[in-house]
């Protein structure tokens, strides 16, 4: 079945690292850090994001996470794959379930979010899931 969660989520215990510098003025750089949800997904995520970043600060961003808690009433872990960019302040992903990542009550979780937010201490979002 079709459902749909509205959270949020805080971002906490970041660690950005540039690894490389290439010609032109573009780095790439390593971010880690703790994800804390409430609402309809309620728990924590682990997450790791790659940034390709441009000499006028926008950048790519690619990044996986490690969901654990629940989902409605449902309890378990999934995997989110995320890729988008930043641009003008705004960032823009689309996280996709990744399949066959689900255990416990979320195992057969599939789904996305598509989010855009600017900057903020919580940011709210929809996540759109199946779940058999």
């Known amino acids: 079945m079709r459902f749909q969660a509205k959270a949020s989520f805080k971002i906490r215990n970041i660690l950005e690292k540039p690894f ?4 032109g003025g573009i780095t790439l750089s390593r971010v880690s850090l703790t994800i804390l949800y409430s609402g309809d997904m309620d728990g ?9 970043i441009y000499p006028d600060k926008s950048a790519n961003i690619y990044g996986i996470q490690n969901f654990i808690g629940k989902v409605r ?4 872990s999934f995997i989110f794959e995320q890729k988008g960019d930043f641009k003008g302040g705004v960032v823009s992903t689309k ?8 255990t416990g009550e979320l195992k057969s979780i599939s789904g996305e979010v598509n ?3 600017g900057a903020s201490e919580e940011f709210p979002f929809t996540f759109d899931y199946i779940l058999e």
Do not use: H, M, N, Q
């Not at 490389?20 to 010609?23: G, I, L, P």
């Not at 924590?44 to 390709?52: V, W």
């Open 20 to 23: 490389s510098d290439t010609a």
């Open 44 to 52: 924590k995520g682990t997450y790791e994001e790659l940034r390709i």
């Open 73 to 76: 009433e449902k309890s378990g």
């Open 95 to 102: 996280w996709t379930v990744v399949p066959d990542t689900g």
């Open 115 to 117: 989010f855009k937010s």
